[in-house]
């Protein structure tokens, strides 16, 4: 499976943000990741593409929203109120292979397919 992440760029603190991500087929889950220098890869949100269910990273409910379009295999992740501590390279991720349970959504072990990564970086 392909991801294809879009939508990063240079932001002002209090602006918003949509990233897009497109698989080349059906993944069960979808999922962003995020990775800030010095830091390690931190889950950020996951959506399953059965129902809608959603599932998003301590502190950061509220502020961003996941969504799906199942018809073209996308996901998004709407940021706003972005703040300077949200500057990172943000990864879409995807399982494609078979079901997880939902508390197993937030490791980054859990996903077969990673995007290249798209930098979002938040200026004060």
């Known amino acids: 499976v392909q991801l294809q992440a879009s939508g990063g760029g240079l932001v002002q603190a209090g602006d918003s943000l949509r990233l897009s991500c497109t698989a080349s087929t059906r993944t069960y889950v979808m999922g962003w990741f995020r990775q800030a220098p010095g830091k390690e890869r931190e889950f950020v949100a996951a959506i399953a593409w059965s129902g809608g269910s959603t599932n998003y990273g301590d502190s950061l409910k509220g502020r961003f929203t996941i969504s799906r379009d199942n018809a073209k295999n996308t996901w998004h992740l709407q940021m706003n109120s972005l703040k300077p501590e949200d500057t990172a390279v943000y990864y879409c991720?995807?399982?494609?292979?078979?079901?997880?349970?939902?508390?197993?959504?937030?490791?980054?072990?859990?996903?077969?397919?990673w995007g290249q990564g798209t930098l979002v970086t938040v200026s004060s």
């Open positions: 991720a995807g399982r494609s292979t078979a079901r997880i349970v939902f508390s197993a959504w937030s490791s980054a072990d859990s996903y077969d397919s």
